[in-house]
């Protein structure tokens, strides 16, 4: 079974940074696209980064050009470094681990992950 644990997520200002982790249980990251998503109160989850095997990366045009997904195989690990962080960013944030190598179509549908870590959450203030 492949765990999923985040962390990095806290309180800041609005144009302030917070770096996120993902650390899986084992090694299940090297070969697959991963992903962060975000779900803010009382609207649905929402997909806000991925990469995929060979490094390639996408992102939801609302976080273009502030947030940067990567990831480190030898550590297991998916990181979301974000910059510039606005309230409108203000969500509980999940790490997602895809079923495959690459991802086309839409690439951030959750049908694509079928494992998920409990979610950091991330607080904008202005």
């Known amino acids: 079974q492949v765990q999923l644990v985040e962390s990095g997520g806290g309180s800041v200002q609005a144009g302030g940074s917070l770096r996120l982790s993902c650390v899986a249980s084992?090694?299940?990251?090297?070969?697959?696209?991963m992903a962060w998503f975000r779900q803010a109160p009382g609207k649905e989850r929402e997909g806000v980064a991925i990469?995929?095997?060979?490094?390639?990366?996408r992102y939801t045009d609302s976080v273009k050009g502030r947030f940067t997904i990567s990831r480190d195989n030898a550590k297991n690990s998916l990181y979301l470094q974000m910059n510039s962080l606005k309230p409108e960013d203000t969500a509980m944030y999940y790490c997602?681990?895809?079923?495959?190598?690459?991802?086309?179509?839409?690439?951030?549908?959750?049908?694509?992950?079928?494992?998920w870590g409990q979610g950091t959450q991330v607080t904008v203030s202005s």
């Open positions: 997602a681990r895809g079923d495959g190598s690459y991802i086309s179509g839409n690439v951030f549908a959750e049908i694509g992950y079928p494992y």
């Open positions: 084992r090694d299940s990251t090297s070969k697959y696209y």
């Open positions: 990469i995929d095997k060979d490094g390639k990366t």
